[in-house]
Each structure stands twice: as structure tokens, then as C-alpha cells.
């Protein structure tokens, strides 16, 4: 059993930037990838960035790749997604989950475990 508890969202103006963290219990974390989400207003859950177990693959929906860096720090049963350059289209609610999966998986359906959310808001 893991539980995820996010933080770190917030109004920010187009530009700005923000880092979400995602706080996880559980002596087995470093066992699950870990994946952010984001569901807009009206628009479905859709996958942002995930990272392997020991950190050392990360992986990037088109629209965030060179804006949002994800990482984790398994001692601290962490992982964290710093926002650079936000744009409004990036304003959603941000989810962090947990997959068992070996391999990384994009679709929230493989996510196993999901924190409650934080929402992010980008003004123009």
C-alpha cells in the first residue's frame, strides 16, 4: 500500500514556474514507478512525465518536454516536477500515482495508487 500526498500548486503568471512534490508513505516506494497526470477543466486525466524506479529514466509528454524536469529521491520516499515557462494551457488539476509496472506506462489505467491532487493555475 502506498499513499501520495501532493503539493506545491498554485496562481502563477505565463512564465513563471513551479515545483510540485509528491510525498509518498510506504518502505516500498522505491519499488513503484512514478508518474504526474493532469485533467483540465472538461478534458480527460492525460499523462504529463513518469520516472523509473531508481530514477535513472525519465520520460515526457511532447507538449512539457525541455519546460518540466520530474525526479525523485528515494530515501526521502519523494518525487518532484519542476514547472519552468508555463503557459496557461498548462493550468489543470496535477496528479502524482504510483504504478507497479517494470516498465513506464502513459496510460492512467497502469497507475495503481493516486495522491489527491494539486491544482496548478497559469494566468496570462
Known amino acids: 500500500q502506498v499513499q501520495l500526498v501532493e503539493s506545491g500548486g498554485g496562481l502563477v503568471q505565463a512564465g513563471d514556474s513551479l515545483r510540485l512534490s509528491c510525498a509518498a508513505s510506504g518502505r516500498t516506494f522505491a519499488s513503484y514507478v512514478v508518474g504526474w497526470f493532469r485533467q483540465a477543466p472538461g478534458k480527460e486525466r492525460e499523462f504529463v512525465a513518469a520516472i523509473t524506479r531508481s530514477g535513472g529514466n525519465t520520460f515526457y509528454t511532447d507538449s512539457v518536454k525541455g519546460r518540466f524536469t520530474i525526479s525523485r529521491d528515494n530515501a526521502k520516499n519523494t518525487v518532484s516536477l519542476q514547472m519552468n515557462s508555463l503557459k496557461p494551457e498548462d493550468t489543470a488539476v496535477f496528479y502524482c500515482?504510483?504504478?507497479?509496472?517494470?516498465?513506464?506506462?502513459?496510460?492512467?489505467?497502469?497507475?495503481?495508487?493516486w495522491g489527491q491532487g494539486t491544482q496548478v493555475n497559469v494566468s496570462s
Open positions: 500515482a504510483a504504478s507497479r509496472r517494470v516498465m513506464v506506462p502513459t496510460t492512467s489505467t497502469a497507475y495503481n495508487y
